[in-house]
């Protein structure tokens, strides 16, 4: 699939900043705001479909079966009448972040089964990513969709399965471009204008205005009401989430350098040219050259 050209490709490389709010965006500040339920409550009923009335919070750590298994902690899990729900945030893009959320769901499935039961009851689970990254999409895609929901189909008639258990949530921050919290006309837009811009939405605001119900949000993500241990965790994840950016930036340059390099090196290969001559154009070894 094509990656689309609306993208806010600069929010990959934005770093968080102290402000009046917490960067949302930032894992301690995403699980300490979505901690309170009232908060919780609105983000998930703002986005997915069912209507939920009241949710219990399960432990962010997924129980093993046996020592080998795979540890995971996660950002939010909690119960419902309706579903069980899990809420990840996402900065950066990895490889298998697909393969992660899937293994979640799975995992929040199968525990539902105790061993000794004869009949199968599963609640619905609903995985909700808010990815602060790029994803891609077909060229189809309506510019301007920030929220993909996917669940189980039929392949031609793309009927739903029936009693489908599990589905998949992605609010797009990437895929925002609007900048005036005015003109937001739906609550998953105005969701995503906060997760990106929280310290602007501070300082450009003495009144903000109507806040169309959001204003418990900005209560529970106000700096000056941490402790001095809560300041001190959120500053340490701010520094990591500083040097992670970094990181990230210089892998991504280097990456570009070896693309380069690789394409100096095809172009001279194609020519006849030496191996040993097109090493010390490209700066390639000649084993790398050798799998051109």
């Known amino acids: 699939m ?10 990959q490389l934005d770093v968080p900043v102290i402000s009046k709010y917490l960067d949302l965006r930032v894992d301690w500040a995403f699980k300490y705001v979505f901690s309170k339920k009232e908060i919780l409550l609105k983000l998930l009923n ?6 939920i009335t009241d949710l219990e919070y399960l432990p962010n750590e997924i129980p093993v079966m046996n020592e080998k298994d795979k540890r995971s902690t996660l950002d939010v899990i909690c119960d419902s009448p309706e579903g069980k729900f899990l809420v990840e945030m996402q900065r950066r893009r990895t490889a298998d972040i697909d393969d992660r959320l899937a293994y979640y769901s799975a995992t929040l499935v199968q525990r539902q089964i105790e061993r000794k039961s004869e009949i199968y009851r599963v609640q619905h689970v609903y995985v909700l990513c808010v990815a602060s990254y790029v994803r891609r999409h077909s060229a189809e895609t309506p510019p301007g969709k920030l929220l993909f929901g996917y669940d189980y189909r039929e ?14 949530y992605y609010l797009e921050l990437s895929r925002m471009k609007e900048r005036d919290w005015e003109k937001l006309q739906k609550n998953p837009e105005r969701w995503c204008y906060l997760f990106k811009n929280m310290s602007k939405f501070a300082n450009e605001r003495d009144m903000p205005g109507d806040m169309h119900g959001f204003e418990a949000v900005l209560e529970a993500a106000r700096v000056d009401c941490l402790s001095p241990e809560e300041m001190d965790n959120y500053q340490d994840m701010l520094t990591a989430v500083k040097n992670e950016i970094r990181s990230a930036h210089l892998y991504d340059i280097q990456q570009a350098e070896v693309r380069g390099k690789a394409e100096v090196a095809k172009a001279l290969k194609s020519l006849d040219v030496p191996a040993d001559t097109i090493a010390k154009a490209s700066g390639l070894s000649l084993e ?4 051109l």
């Open 288 to 291: 790398e050259i050798a799998k």
């Open 46 to 51: 703002d986005i997915l479909p069912p209507t």
């Open 155 to 168: 392949n031609e008639t793309f009927e739903l399965l029936e009693n489908s258990k599990t589905s998949f």
């Open 2 to 11: 094509d990656i689309q050209h609306d993208y806010d490709f600069e929010e």
